[in-house]
């Protein structure tokens, strides 16, 4: 078992920056692969970024050169620092761990870019 917690969203102005974490509990969490999600009211949740056990990285086209997903398995943290924000990035962000058949989601942090 993984519970996921989500933590860093707030309210920042266009062109700002803020960093996401999410700190997991449970055993083996090095081998999971993370993923950040985003749902945006009235819109389906998508993804945005995600990190591998090995540390490989993809990212939504809508994110790339802006966004930055890191892992350190020490903390059994993973932190997404998103600059450049703008407000289309408005949404809950949600965690995702999944490995095998196994796929938990974190409760989700509020991000709100606004002037």
């Known amino acids: 078992q993984v519970q996921l917690v989500e933590s860093g969203g707030g309210l920042v102005q266009p062109g700002g920056s803020l960093r996401l974490s999410c700190a997991a509990s449970?055993?083996?969490?090095?081998?999971?692969?993370i993923g950040w999600y985003r749902q945006a009211p009235g819109k389906q949740r998508e993804f945005v970024a995600l990190?591998?056990?090995?540390?490989?990285?993809n990212y939504a086209d809508s994110v790339k050169g802006r966004f930055t997903i890191s892992r350190d398995n020490a903390k059994n943290t993973v932190y997404l620092q998103m600059n450049s924000l703008k407000p289309e990035d408005t949404a809950v962000y949600y965690c995702n761990a999944y490995w095998a058949d196994y796929d938990y989601w974190g409760q989700g942090t509020q991000v709100t870019v606004s002037s």
């Open positions: 990190i591998t056990s090995g540390g490989n990285t």
């Open positions: 449970g055993s083996f969490f090095s081998i999971y692969t």
